[in-house]
């Protein structure tokens, strides 16, 4: 005996009822194992020494551990040289945990009072993210930072000075946030140039100029020491601090081809200078790199308010363009459209040929402005930023809509097929009672599922999954509406040619 839909539905609202209330006790729990991870990205002075950088962190360190939301910092200076990425002594990173315990706005509390203190720190240029937006962003763009506009041209003054002109403006927008210059201008250098003419006097070669400098820099191998289980290299160098002063390191004796020895400064010119760290290149180019954070998470709007604002007020030497890597979510949005597009017309050609026709196909299609209509709405009253998020949501509700839409019109053309119910209005409104329990149970069980991640839109960790709940929540609800009162309605009307309808 087949149970009444009224029945049926009541069963299913009490499931969903118990569902809610599981989830409502979950969601107690849940902020007891979640941990919001913050990334501190800063840079020192070019040159700058462990010691420097140590005594800095310890200092920012003790200011991060005063803010009442941290739970914890940790600090890491430079990287390996086997790593995946090599950092300098003078870079480095913190790592916060937050409280388990902290909200949105405590989190938010906690963000800008970290900014602010690295933003006290003198001489440090600095960038926070989340650990998951970093893995975002530099996937998108090459760069931990939301924003990076590179500085292309051939030389490297010009570039510098662009570079500094760019982040002024990027300073003066209100939603901007740790605007940096990614590449020093240039770093402290102790360089020793030989003088041909001296070394010649006194009887130095090149060779044996350069194994002095080696040696005092890198060492020099002298022999190998056998011990019982094994064998240690051994090198001659000279003490750190002979390394580092220009007079100290004059005094290193070089080698003549007399066998006697000469002084270093008696051959070369030995003085502190400044040189480049690094030089980047794109595109065979030599570019400049400009980053930034956006506080709102706007990042088109900002993208489209920084060109304006540069266009209007610096003019680029010739020679130098920009280009903006905030545009790679552009084009991750234009690859997702094109995929998405590929997808409705396998679905359309897959749809006739189940259903037999492209009518049936059309009507399945119908709903999908309306389910869009209420992700664009959900969109709309949550700032209006389109996000990749966001657009997964909308491929999402493509989804949802569809397989409503497809339970509906199979179970009319079952029962008008299976059970020779004849072709009229009471068949479809037969049909729509006996589906309302599967369409409204899964919505209301997708919705239960996405409201946590609904309600922490924004805070760390849901940069994708935030956006993404909101939009299908928006729809759900409009493809509900649709589902259960404006689809049975088109397909009385144009699911079967009136003149070919089927009778009893």
């Not at 002024?168 to 003088?195: C, I, S, Y």
């Not at 020679?319 to 949005?333: D, H, N, P, R």
């Not at 966001?390 to 809509?401: A, N, P």
């Amino acid at each position: 005996m087949q149970r009444p839909a009224g029945a049926a539905l009541a069963i299913g609202l009490l499931g969903a009822v118990a569902l809610a209330g599981a989830l409502s006790f979950g969601a107690e729990l849940l902020p007891s194992f979640r941990e919001r991870h913050y990334v501190l990205q800063v840079s020192g002075p070019a040159g700058a020494s462990f010691d420097w950088m140590r005594a800095t962190g310890q200092r920012i360190s003790r200011g991060l551990l005063a803010i009442p939301e941290v739970l914890s910092v940790e600090e890491q200076i430079g990287r390996a040289e086997a790593g995946e990425d090599t950092w300098p002594p003078h870079r480095g990173e913190f790592h916060v945990r937050l409280r388990p315990d902290v909200d949105g706005a405590g989190e938010d509390r906690a963000l800008a009072r970290m900014r602010k203190v690295l933003a006290d720190t003198p001489a440090l240029q600095s960038e926070v993210t989340t650990f998951l937006g970093d893995r975002i962003s530099e996937s998108l763009s090459g760069e931990t930072a939301a924003v990076s506009i590179s500085v292309h041209g051939a030389d490297l003054d010009t570039l510098d000075r662009v570079a500094a002109a760019i982040a002024t403006q990027l300073r003066a927008l209100p939603t901007a946030a740790d605007v940096r210059v990614k590449t020093d201008p240039g770093t402290p250098m102790l360089g020793v140039t030989l003088d041909p003419a001296r070394m010649a006097l006194r009887g130095v070669s090149g060779a044996d100029a350069g194994d002095a400098i080696r040696a005092t820099f890198a060492g020099q191998p002298a022999g190998v020491v056998a011990l019982p289980d094994r064998t240690v290299d051994v090198a001659v160098t000279v003490p750190e601090d002979q390394r580092r002063d220009p007079e100290a390191l004059g005094q290193t004796l070089v080698r003549t081809a007399s066998g006697g020895a000469v002084r270093l400064a008696d051959t070369a010119t030995i003085a502190l200078g400044t040189e480049r760290l690094s030089i980047a290149h794109e595109g065979g180019q030599r570019r400049q790199v400009v980053t930034a954070n956006v506080t709102d998470g706007d990042v088109s709007g900002f993208v489209s308010a920084a060109k304006a604002r540069i266009a209007r007020n610096i003019h680029l030497p010739p020679g130098v363009f920009l280009s903006w890597a905030a545009e790679g979510q552009a084009k991750a949005a234009r690859q997702l459209g094109s995929h998405v597009l590929f997808t409705a017309v396998a679905m359309v050609i897959l749809l006739v040929v189940a259903f037999g026709g492209l009518r049936p196909a059309l009507l399945i299609l119908a709903g999908m402005p309306l389910a869009m209509a209420g992700g664009v709405l959900a969109v709309a009253l949550t700032g209006g930023v389109i996000s990749l998020g966001s657009l997964v949501g909308f491929i999402t509700l493509f989804g949802i809509s569809a397989r409503n839409a497809i339970l509906l019109v199979a179970h009319v053309d079952e029962l008008v097929a299976r059970d020779g119910l004849p072709w009229t209005i009471e068949t479809v409104l037969r049909a729509t009672r006996e589906r309302v329990t599967p369409i409204v149970l899964t919505a209301l069980v997708t919705a239960f599922a996405l409201a946590p991640l609904a309600w922490e839109s924004g805070q760390s960790g849901r940069e994708v999954q935030g956006p993404m709940a909101l939009v299908i929540l928006g729809g759900l609800a409009t493809s509900l509406v649709l589902s259960l009162l404006l689809l049975p309605a088109l397909i009385w009307r144009w699911r079967y040619d009136p003149e070919k309808a089927p009778s009893a």
